[in-house]
């Protein structure tokens, strides 16, 4: 017993000395708490979605009905897809009086009652049919990304950590190896692994519910691939001058846990408020889940998808050369 209290507090005052470390988990739950408290500060209920394509100048009274979220949409075509799968229970087009409803839901029933009561009765209906897609098949797209995520961020930076404190890299820099050529070894392991489990996973979960499908496999290997890529030089930022465990957890708890959060995995980011909607965007998991959600969802392309596609590249692109550029062997 006598052995096992010094080594108990030999690791408390190792972890108490590691004030970064220490001040990680003092600020971590604070911050998370402080993130949902002013994120999710809007306090009207919401019960209803619209989507709105277009505002004229005479706005009708529609558009002030209380307990109705109303969000724009820029795209008509891409909005009105919403609405057969029952992700808007409405979409008015209020510039040339248009409004498009799915007949098989109720909440756009009452949304529709709801229209023609307060003004809406000149305006011109269009009916649409779908089934609603199964929560299964909305949540997929963000947990692979998610997994994917957290097998990028420690797969990666947390390793090389270990490896920088035991020593590991120390040695390696005696030998001819470079620092590109081991973070390439790194970079390339790891995203083959990443997308191999991934596959692996899908293939699985198809064999076991079958989810549903609608775009090309080509084009969601690309979206995999390309956000395993951003994610994993996220990794090596983290991983490139940290020598404590402790703190490179700390780090990568930082960043993926807000990830998980504002990506849209376990909820559609159109009922966050607008500047969250702003900042989930900075967030490589964002991009990855919304185009992989729209392919299997919504049978979209690439070249629907290449804004996200184009991001995901420019953060790849920047990631790995801070890395490379600030790693060190000791």
């Known amino acids: ?45 919401n019960r209803y979605k ?7 100048t005479t706005q009708p009274a529609f558009l002030k ?13 891409r909005a009105i897809k919403k609405v057969v799968h029952h992700q808007l229970d409405l979409l ?10 799915n007949w098989e839901s109720p909440r756009g029933y009452m949304v529709e009652a709801l229209l023609k009561t307060m003004g809406g009765k000149q305006y011109q209906r269009h009916q649409v049919e779908g089934k609603n897609n199964r929560y299964v098949d909305w949540l997929l797209p963000g947990v692979l990304g998610m997994n994917m995520m957290f097998s990028a961020l420690f797969g990666v930076g947390y390793v090389i950590v270990r490896y920088r ?7 390696l820099k005696a030998t001819p190896l470079t620092a590109f050529e081991f973070i390439t070894a790194q970079v390339v392991s790891r995203l083959w692994l990443i997308l191999a489990i991934t596959f692996g996973v899908l293939l699985g979960i198809k064999l076991l519910i079958d989810f549903k499908m609608e775009g090309s496999y080509l084009a969601l290997f690309m979206v995999f691939a390309l956000g395993a890529f951003a994610l994993i030089s996220m990794g090596l930022v983290v991983a490139s001058r940290t020598a404590s465990e402790e703190l490179a957890g700390g780090l990568l708890n930082m960043i993926s846990w ?34 992989a959600r729209a392919i299997m969802l919504e049978g979209v ?3 629907d998808i290449t804004p996200h596609l184009l991001v995901l590249a420019a953060m790849s692109i920047f990631f790995l050369l801070l890395g490379s550029w600030q790693f060190k062997w000791e």
């Not at 009905?65 to 075509?77: G, L, W």
């Not at 008015?92 to 409803?101: F, S």
């Open 301 to 303: 392309g690439l070249a």
């Open 65 to 77: 009905a209380r307990y109705v979220q109303f969000i724009h949409y820029a795209h008509k075509d």
């Open 1 to 45: 017993m006598k052995r096992l209290f010094r080594v108990l507090w030999a690791r408390n005052l190792e972890f108490i000395r590691d004030r970064s470390a220490l001040s990680w988990n003092i600020l971590f739950p604070v911050l998370i708490v402080f993130g949902f408290a002013y994120g999710y500060s809007d306090n009207d209920m």
């Open 92 to 101: 008015v087009d209020t510039a040339t009086g248009e409004y498009w409803v």
């Open 50 to 56: 619209v989507g709105l394509v277009d505002t004229a």
């Open 258 to 291: 807000p990830m998980i959060f504002l990506s849209g995995v376990w909820f559609s980011l159109e009922g966050l408020q607008p500047w969250v909607q702003k900042l989930a965007l900075l967030f490589p998991l964002t991009h990855i889940t919304v185009a």
């Open 165 to 171: 404190k035991n020593g590991v890299l120390k040695r």
